[in-house]
């Protein structure tokens, strides 16, 4: 069982960049590849980066590539998304995953077995 809790989601500016954490409860977190997702209103969840339970490799959407980037710090249990240069589509719910011993290109959704509950991105033009 893991537990994941995001944080560090806001308002920014066009232009801005946001981290935003994830914090993971329980065990063996080195055995999670982790990602991260989002969710703005009336779409579907999409994903948006991954990181690979070894810690290398990470994979990305082709909308955030050059822009965000994930990272993990298994001595905090933890794992972060550093987002640059941010637009108001990037505007969602931003939600953690893990996936035991999932690999480094997993994006769907249902081959995360554990999530948190998400935390607000809101970019204004």
């Known amino acids: 069982q893991v537990q994941l809790v995001e944080s560090g989601g806001g308002l920014v500016q066009a232009g801005d960049s946001l981290t935003v954490s994830c914090a993971a409860s329980g065990r063996s977190f080195t055995s999670y590849t982790m990602g991260w997702f989002r969710q703005a209103p009336g779409k579907e969840r999409e994903f948006v980066a991954a990181i690979h339970w070894r810690g290398d490799s990470p994979y990305y959407a082709d909308s955030v590539k050059g822009r965000f980037t994930i990272s993990r710090d298994n001595a905090k249990n933890t794992v972060y998304l550093r987002m640059n240069s941010l637009k108001p589509e990037d505007t969602a719910v931003y939600f953690c995953?893990?996936?035991?011993?999932?690999?480094?290109?997993?994006?769907?959704?249902?081959?995360?077995?554990?999530w948190g509950q998400g935390t607000q991105v809101t970019v204004s033009s």
């Open positions: 995953a893990a996936n035991q011993f999932g690999s480094r290109t997993n994006s769907d959704t249902t081959e995360y077995e554990y």
